[in-house]
Structures are given as C-alpha cells and as structure tokens.
C-alpha cells in the first residue's frame, strides 16, 4: 500500500512530491493525460523566482520532476477514473487497476475552457486550438491570419507568441479591456502585428462543410452588428476549469468545481489533501500551486504521523 499518491504532475504535484520524497514517504505520483501540466505548454515563464531570465515551461517541469525523483519520487504515466475516498486506506482505480493509498494530494490542476460552440467542436484539431506553443508552427497556420480569443494573460501570451508565424493576429475579446496583467497588455497591444477586436464574440467558427478553418464569425456586443473575418486558425484561450469531476460527491467544491480546502490543504475527508489549481481560482500562478504542494505534502506526513502514535 502507498503512503502518499499525488494525482497530478504539474508544478503543484512535483513539489508536494519532492517534499513528500525528502520526508521519506516515496510517494506516487499519477501523471495525468499531460506530464508536468498547463506550464508544459506554455513558451517562456518569466514569473518564477529564481529565473531571471526566465526559464522555458517544459524544461521547469523536467527539472521539477528530477529534483523529486532524487529523493525517492517516483512517476507513473496514468489518468485516475474513479476515486473511493468513503474509507480508509483509498482506492484510487488508475487505467482499470486498483491503488491503495493512506492518503491522496489532489492536485489535477485545470484544462481548458472551450467557447461552447458546435462548430468548436467539429473543428479541433483542424484549426481550433487551445495551444499556440502546441500548434502554432503547423504549416497549416504560417504566413495566414490567425485568431486569438480571450483578453487574459494566455490570451496575450499567445497572440505575440502566434506573431512569429501568423500574417496578422486578431485578438477578440467580450470586452473592452484586458484582463491580463500590465506588462503582457502591453506587449501585445504594441505589437504592430496584433489587431485587437474589442466588444465582440464569436459566435460561429468557419467552415464545417469544408472540414477546416476559413475564418470567423463575429457579433459586436455592443451595436450587435454581425461580420466575418477570415482566418487559418482559431486559438482559445479564454481561461480554465479545474479537473475535478471524478471526485464529485467526495470532496466539497464550489458551484464552479473548485475544491474547497476545509483546513489548510486539507479537504472535507481526513487525509485527502489539495493543492494547485484545481483549488484556486483566485492566484493561479506557478509559484502559487507549488507553495500549496509543498504545504499539502507536510500536512499529508505529520496526518500519517499522527495515526502512527
Ligand atoms: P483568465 O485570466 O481567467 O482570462 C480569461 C479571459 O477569457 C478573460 O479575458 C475572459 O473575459 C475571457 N473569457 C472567459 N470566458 C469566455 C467566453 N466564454 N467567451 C469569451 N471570452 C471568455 O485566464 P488566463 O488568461 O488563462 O489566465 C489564467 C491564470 O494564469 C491567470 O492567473 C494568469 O495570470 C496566469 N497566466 C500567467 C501567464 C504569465 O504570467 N506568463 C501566462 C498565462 C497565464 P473577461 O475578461 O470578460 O472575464
């Protein structure tokens, strides 16, 4: 049976992981569907201590999870479907088999939130995307204008990032401000490259009959006044839920699914603990779930010493 299994294996997981590790407790950490989390697909994260020229997304997770998995961590790839936290020790069922665990760090971060649209729907993959590092070189997206949706800091993220391949860059957003911090407003909107769409929504993505993206449809919020603007590529990013849905029932959240933490890092059930985004709808920064990790870990050992007495 596993002390401690951390399900998640972003910057909140690895470091709950590496402090767990250094309390001697090896735990387990279940990687998800996307090893090292949301920072793996972002470019450049100049906002963590200790990077002062910034250190790119992937190559901070790999360190991460080195650091944790010298003091005894250790990895498996796998996506946890249910989870039975009625009794102690827990099951957690990972690619159809059963894991025993004393206690769970839950910490499963967020994905992304898609605009909803049918549309959307028949086009992933085919030109609506939720990654500009991801995608934004496919051939399919170079020298055509390109649309970023959102008015948040990933919005403007990859907006200049997508100004590398795309003709010209429209930034729609529902209103007609940014939400995004200062400095990544600023780059963007100074960006020649980038031409900001404020007030409006898309309401229809083209063209489900051609089995591709042409361009979009638009409604102006404010005058209601309809347009298309041609484009090769939709990219969405309009924000985040949290991956939270299979512990539904168990774990008390908010109406939105983000888990609620009764004391500390620890939830409503006595030795699940919670750390990162899929508990944070207010910081949400890499910094941030990482300091919840490394709480949520030395909650998790002095709970496990505590039932040891
Ligand atoms: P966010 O800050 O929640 O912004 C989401 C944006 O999408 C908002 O502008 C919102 O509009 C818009 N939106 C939401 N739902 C929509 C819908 N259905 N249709 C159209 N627009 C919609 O999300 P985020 O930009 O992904 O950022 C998440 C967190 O990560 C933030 O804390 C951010 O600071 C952080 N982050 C940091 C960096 C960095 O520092 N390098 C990079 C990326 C993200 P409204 O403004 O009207 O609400």
């Given at each position: 049976?596993e002390k401690v299994v951390i399900i998640g294996s972003g910057c909140a997981?690895?470091?709950?992981?590496?402090?767990?590790?250094?309390?001697?407790?090896?735990?387990?950490?279940?990687?998800?569907?996307?090893?090292?989390?949301?920072?793996?697909?972002?470019?450049?994260?100049?906002?963590?201590?200790?990077?002062?020229?910034?250190?790119?997304?992937?190559e901070l997770m790999t360190r991460m999870?080195?650091?944790?998995?010298?003091?005894?961590?250790?990895?498996?790839?796998?996506?946890?479907?249910?989870?039975?936290?009625?009794?102690?020790?827990?099951?957690?069922?990972?690619?159809?088999?059963?894991?025993?665990?004393?206690?769970?760090?839950?910490?499963?971060?967020?994905?992304?939130?898609?605009?909803?649209?049918?549309?959307?729907?028949?086009?992933?993959?085919?030109?609506?995307?939720?990654?500009?590092?991801?995608?934004?070189?496919?051939?399919?997206?170079?020298?055509?204008?390109?649309?970023?949706?959102?008015?948040?800091?990933?919005?403007?993220?990859?907006?200049?990032?997508?100004?590398?391949?795309?003709?010209?860059?429209?930034?729609?957003?529902?209103?007609?401000?940014?939400?995004?911090?200062?400095?990544?407003?600023?780059?963007?909107?100074?960006?020649?490259?980038?031409?900001?769409?404020?007030?409006?929504?898309?309401?229809?993505?083209?063209?489900?009959?051609?089995?591709?993206?042409?361009?979009?449809?638009?409604?102006?919020?404010?005058?209601?006044?309809?347009?298309?603007?041609?484009?090769?590529?939709?990219?969405?990013?309009?924000?985040?839920?949290?991956?939270?849905?299979?512990?539904?029932?168990?774990?008390?959240?908010?109406?939105?699914?983000?888990?609620?933490?009764?004391?500390?890092?620890?939830?409503?059930?006595?030795?699940?603990?919670?750390?990162?985004?899929?508990?944070?709808?207010?910081?949400?920064?890499?910094?941030?779930?990482?300091?919840?990790?490394?709480?949520?870990?030395?909650?998790?050992?002095?709970?496990?010493?505590?039932?040891?007495?």
């Open positions: 049976m997981g690895w470091t709950a992981a590496l402090y767990a590790a250094r309390a001697n407790l090896q735990p387990l950490v279940l990687t998800g569907v996307q090893p090292g989390g949301l920072l793996t697909t972002t470019t450049i994260v100049e906002n963590y201590p200790g990077f002062p020229e910034g250190v790119d997304g992937y999870q080195k650091q944790a998995e010298r003091f005894g961590a250790r990895a498996q790839f796998g996506t946890v479907e249910a989870a039975d936290l009625s009794k102690a020790p827990f099951v957690l069922t990972v690619d159809g088999e059963p894991v025993e665990t004393r206690t769970v760090i839950v910490a499963t971060g967020a994905s992304h939130r898609h605009l909803g649209l049918e549309s959307e729907h028949k086009l992933e993959n085919k030109g609506v995307t939720y990654c500009a590092t991801c995608d934004g070189a496919l051939p399919m997206f170079r020298n055509h204008p390109l649309v970023v949706v959102g008015g948040g800091d990933s919005a403007c993220e990859e907006a200049t990032y997508l100004t590398r391949f795309g003709s010209v860059v429209h930034l729609v957003h529902r209103r007609h401000a940014l939400r995004a911090s200062k400095i990544m407003a600023e780059r963007a909107l100074s960006n020649p490259k980038i031409k900001p769409v404020w007030d409006s929504a898309v309401t229809e993505i083209l063209d489900v009959n051609q089995d591709k993206v042409t361009g979009v449809r638009l409604k102006n919020l404010k005058t209601g006044a309809e347009r298309t603007v041609d484009c090769a590529g939709v990219f969405v990013a309009i924000g985040h839920v949290p991956s939270t849905q299979i512990f539904k029932g168990a774990i008390t959240m908010d109406e939105n699914g983000y888990i609620q933490p009764q004391r500390g890092t620890m939830t409503n059930v006595p030795g699940v603990f919670v750390a990162g985004d899929c508990a944070d709808h207010v910081y949400r920064q890499a910094i941030t779930a990482a300091g919840m990790g490394c709480a949520a870990a030395i909650e998790a050992e002095r709970y496990l010493a505590a039932l040891n007495q």
